[in-house]
């Protein structure tokens, strides 16, 4: 079975910090995609990696295929950063088509 | 380029009754998926169309049904609605170029089914 489990599924930081969310998958899941989701609103995709690191502002993720384990930084996090983090991966099937599993989410809340 | 649209936004039926629900692919996106996500859940995956032919299939009774058209443009339907098909249902799309196969999301349907 494929899965996909986060890490914490609540956290609450203070403005300023630096904020890690994690993400474990199993075998069958390739890459994966870091998704943000506002209050009531639709998913925002963060990233999509298969190795290494991704950059983007004040977002950082990383991914160690061998470990299947990846993490999202946020430096200098903001009130505007309160959102759901979701970790999702791609299974593919014989037919060359793919579903994403998605991980739970974190629920980040950001304190001024 | 408008992203992934969704219609409508919000709805609101009764039990028993039937839903639509629709999507509009990214420009140049072939591939459409629907998820459901109830609350304080991570988004299901109910199914995916490319070429107007359903591919893959989620974990979801006959009661959900899709159809995809010529321009790519999808819809999801839901008979006898249950109370527990009150979700956000989000669409995706993608191409189905594996190397690009970073999926784009629109604002979703919040249906209430009382």
């Known amino acids: 079975k494929n899965e996909v489990e986060q890490s914490p599924q609540n956290l609450t930081a203070q403005e300023g910090e630096f904020i890690t969310i994690n993400c474990s998958y199993s075998?069958?899941?390739?890459?994966l995609h870091w998704l943000q989701q506002h209050p009531g609103g639709g998913i925002v995709s963060l990233f999509m990696l298969s190795s290494g690191k991704k950059k983007h502002g004040r977002l950082i993720a990383t991914i160690n295929i061998q470990e299947k384990h990846s993490s999202l930084h946020i430096t200098a996090s903001h009130p505007r950063d309160s959102a759901v983090y979701i970790c999702a991966g791609p299974t593919y099937s014989g037919a060359g088509s793919y579903q994403l599993t998605f991980g739970k989410g974190t629920k980040l809340s950001v304190i001024p | 380029d408008a992203g992934v649209t969704q219609s409508p936004t919000h709805l609101i039926k009764t039990r028993g009754q039937q839903v639509t629900l629709r999507c509009s692919p990214k420009s140049g996106h072939d591939t459409v998926s629907w998820y459901q996500q109830a609350l304080g859940q991570g988004p299901q995956f109910i199914f995916q169309?490319?070429?107007?032919?359903?591919?893959q299939r989620g974990n979801f009774p006959d009661r959900f049904s899709g159809h995809q058209f010529p321009n790519y443009s999808s819809e999801l339907n839901v008979n006898a609605l249950l109370l527990g098909d009150s979700a956000l249902y989000l669409c995706a799309s993608s191409s189905l170029d594996r190397d690009t196969n970073e999926q784009y999301f629109g604002p979703g349907t919040r249906l209430t089914v009382t």
């Open positions: 075998v069958g899941i390739s890459a």
């Open positions: 169309y490319y070429e107007e032919e359903e591919r």
